[in-house]
């Protein structure tokens, strides 16, 4: 089999060890209508890692078989909406705190404290 690499969305983890469902699709047109159609297939990818999650973009290429169904590996992933939503939070917590700890060294609490001030 000559290599292949395919771009798809990963719609199923988690459930085996060291693989993921990737749905690639692909668009072709009616004979007749001239309509656009989706076709996609899926295929069992091995995750090395177990890094992917749902709905990652990622790039496959085909090799030696694997498993009875295993076909592709993992070449990388594309794009991975959870893990860029974790590293933006991660960022603004990190902001935050960043400011946070800039205003508590600008003003400083009072040394004083109310029980001083009422005896004075």
Do not use: W
């Not at 990190?94 to 400083?108: D, K, T």
């Amino acid at each position: 089999m000559p290599p292949m690499s395919f771009v798809g969305q990963v719609t199923k983890v988690g459930f085996m060890n060291k693989t993921a469902t990737v749905t690639v699709s692909r668009f072709v047109f009616h004979p007749k209508t001239g309509k656009r159609l989706e076709r996609s297939k899926k295929y069992l990818t091995h995750d090395e890692e177990n890094t992917l999650r749902m709905n990652d973009t990622v790039l496959i290429r085909n090799c030696p078989p694997i498993s009875a169904r295993k076909r592709f590996t993992l070449e990388r992933v594309l794009k991975s909406p959870i893990r860029e939503r974790e590293e933006l939070h991660a960022r603004q917590a990190a902001e935050a705190y960043a400011a946070h700890h800039q205003q508590q060294q600008q003003h400083p609490p009072s040394q004083s404290s109310p029980q001083a001030e009422q005896q004075a």
